[in-house]
Every structure is written in C-alpha cells, then in structure tokens.
C-alpha cells in the first residue's frame, strides 16, 4: 500500500459528512482543509484562553 493509499484509508470520503468541502474534495483539498481547521481552531483557543485571563484579571482586580 503506497502512502497515499494509507492516507485515503485515513481520510475517507465520509469522515465529515456534513461538510461538502470534505466530501467533494480531492485528497490534497481535505488535507488542505484539515489544515485550515485545524489553523482555526487553535486561533480560537487562543482567543478563549485570552478571554479567560482577562476575565480573571478583572475579577482579581476588583477583590482588591
């Protein structure tokens, strides 16, 4: 089994179902895409973990 085989195995066409992207794309376009949620949701904890310190900054500010 070559590589790229392996990573259709690993990436099949239904594994997302709801997405069209995922389910209409070549398998260089789901890795692409992968990548690109992957790019997305780090951002988002980022932006959670900037959110909470934030916050624990205004309510240890405020108990002084």
Same mark, same amino acid.
């Given at each position: 089994?070559? %590589?790229? +085989? &392996? /990573?259709?195995?690993?990436?099949?066409? +239904?594994?997302?179902?709801?997405?069209? @992207?995922?389910? %209409?794309?070549?398998?260089?376009?789901? *890795?692409?895409?992968?990548?690109?949620?992957? %790019?997305?949701?780090?951002? %988002? *904890?980022?932006?959670?973990?900037? @959110? *909470?310190? +934030?916050?624990?900054? +205004? /309510?240890?500010?405020?108990? &002084?």
């Amino acid at each position: 089994m070559t %590589e790229l +085989d &392996q /990573i259709n195995k690993a990436l099949p066409m +239904d594994l997302f179902p709801g997405s069209k @992207d995922w389910t %209409e794309g070549s398998t260089l376009e789901r *890795v692409l895409w992968l990548l690109t949620m992957y %790019e997305s949701a780090t951002e %988002e *904890v980022k932006r959670l973990e900037s @959110d *909470v310190t +934030d916050l624990l900054y +205004d /309510i240890h500010k405020g108990n &002084q």
